[in-house]
């Protein structure tokens, strides 16, 4: 078993970490994660990704930053960096891997933050080699968590971190605006929970899906002007709502499989009408 207790709770127990303790990691606690980010590099939509876990110099602290909020992290051990290539559904996969790699962290007993903006061109790029043909749509801060005071609540609120979309605005029944009953999600009541509480760019919560017999369809509700618009293109900006797909993903289908269902993922969308242009669809999990 690769986590050693509910993945629910770990779920629960995660939070973006911004300050930590300066203190390497025991050698042991090392191994466990290197080892772990090294077998952790196939996305279900067929995507390779490498991992590797970076030693925090001040260099890295200051490349920060430019990055609004996420400048403000203090005392990181490490980073992970992650490179994937360039492929129709790469991003959904590198979130989907990342997210189990800040789980399993958490399971540890470490701190994480997710952190996206513009590193293809950074020195985190530097770091981990990446080829022309990969990108880095974001890292991660680890380290051993400083007591939550103050400082985290405020960044809390600043970032809407406990502000979480209502259930029936995220999971619908045959079609958008019919919202499924929590009783009519049945086993699946708690996958859906998890990805309810999962975290996302700007907390933005993109992910809506659609049950329909036995396949639940996902679907990402675009925040307009994010991901695709003039700014982010000339600034090389990962498209971070796509990743947060691959997050809700990754959520779905953990706690789903530690609940004895099986299922697989499947690129098959269906006839349901979108309720607007921003609306996309991601992917469908055959249950």
Same mark, same amino acid.
């Given at each position: 078993? &690769?986590?050693?207790?509910?993945?629910?709770? @770990?779920?629960?127990?995660?939070?973006?970490?911004?300050?930590?303790?300066?203190?390497?990691?025991?050698?042991?606690?090392?191994?466990?994660? /290197?080892?772990?980010?090294?077998?952790?590099?196939?996305?279900?939509?067929?995507?390779?990704?490498?991992?590797?876990?970076?030693?925090?110099?001040? +260099?890295?602290?200051?490349?920060?930053?430019?990055?609004?909020?996420?400048? /403000?992290?203090?005392?990181?051990?490490?980073?992970?960096?992650?490179?994937?290539?360039?492929?129709?559904?790469?991003?959904?996969?590198?979130?989907?891997?990342?997210?189990?790699?800040?789980?399993?962290?958490?399971? %540890?007993?470490?701190?994480?933050?997710?952190?996206?903006?513009?590193?293809?061109?950074?020195?985190?790029?530097?770091?981990?080699?990446?080829?022309?043909?990969? $990108?880095?749509?974001? &890292?991660?801060?680890?380290?051993?968590?400083?007591?939550?005071?103050?400082?985290?609540?405020? %960044?809390?609120? !600043?970032?809407?971190?406990?502000?979480?979309?209502? #259930?029936?605005? =995220?999971?619908?029944?045959?079609?958008?605006?019919?919202? !499924?009953?929590?009783?009519?999600?049945?086993?699946?009541?708690?996958?859906?929970?998890?990805?309810? @509480?999962?975290?996302?760019?700007?907390? +933005?919560?993109?992910?809506? $899906?659609?049950?329909?017999?036995?396949?639940?369809?996902?679907? %990402?509700?675009?925040? +307009?002007?994010?991901?695709?618009?003039?700014?982010? +293109?000339?600034?090389? =900006?990962?498209? !971070?709502?796509?990743?947060? %797909?691959? $997050?809700?993903?990754s959520h779905f289908e953990l706690t789903a499989g530690e609940l004895g269902m099986k299922g697989t993922w499947a690129l098959q969308e269906p006839d349901i009408a979108k309720p607007d242009s921003l609306t996309e669809y991601t992917v469908? #999990?055959?249950?």
């Amino acid at each position: 078993m &690769v986590y050693s207790k509910s993945i629910a709770e @770990i779920m629960r127990q995660r939070f973006s970490c911004r300050r930590y303790f300066e203190k390497p990691f025991e050698e042991e606690r090392r191994e466990r994660l /290197v080892g772990f980010l090294s077998a952790n590099g196939s996305g279900p939509l067929g995507s390779s990704a490498r991992f590797h876990l970076f030693t925090a110099t001040d +260099k890295d602290r200051d490349s920060l930053k430019g990055l609004g909020t996420y400048g /403000v992290i203090r005392g990181a051990t490490g980073f992970i960096v992650g490179a994937v290539r360039h492929s129709k559904k790469n991003l959904e996969d590198y979130g989907y891997l990342m997210e189990r790699a800040i789980l399993f962290a958490t399971d %540890m007993g470490l701190g994480t933050c997710w952190l996206g903006g513009t590193f293809t061109r950074s020195r985190f790029a530097k770091k981990i080699s990446a080829a022309s043909t990969e $990108i880095i749509p974001a &890292v991660a801060s680890i380290g051993y968590p400083a007591e939550r005071g103050r400082f985290e609540g405020t %960044m809390r609120q !600043l970032v809407g971190a406990d502000n979480r979309l209502p #259930w029936g605005s =995220l999971f619908f029944l045959k079609k958008f605006g019919n919202s !499924l009953p929590p009783d009519e999600a049945e086993a699946y009541a708690e996958p859906l929970a998890m990805v309810r @509480i999962g975290p996302s760019a700007s907390n +933005k919560q993109p992910w809506r $899906i659609v049950k329909d017999g036995n396949m639940w369809h996902f679907y %990402m509700q675009r925040t +307009k002007g994010y991901g695709n618009s003039l700014t982010f +293109k000339l600034l090389r =900006l990962a498209d !971070l709502q796509r990743v947060d %797909m691959g $997050i809700a993903m990754s959520h779905f289908e953990l706690t789903a499989g530690e609940l004895g269902m099986k299922g697989t993922w499947a690129l098959q969308e269906p006839d349901i009408a979108k309720p607007d242009s921003l609306t996309e669809y991601t992917v469908s #999990w055959v249950g």
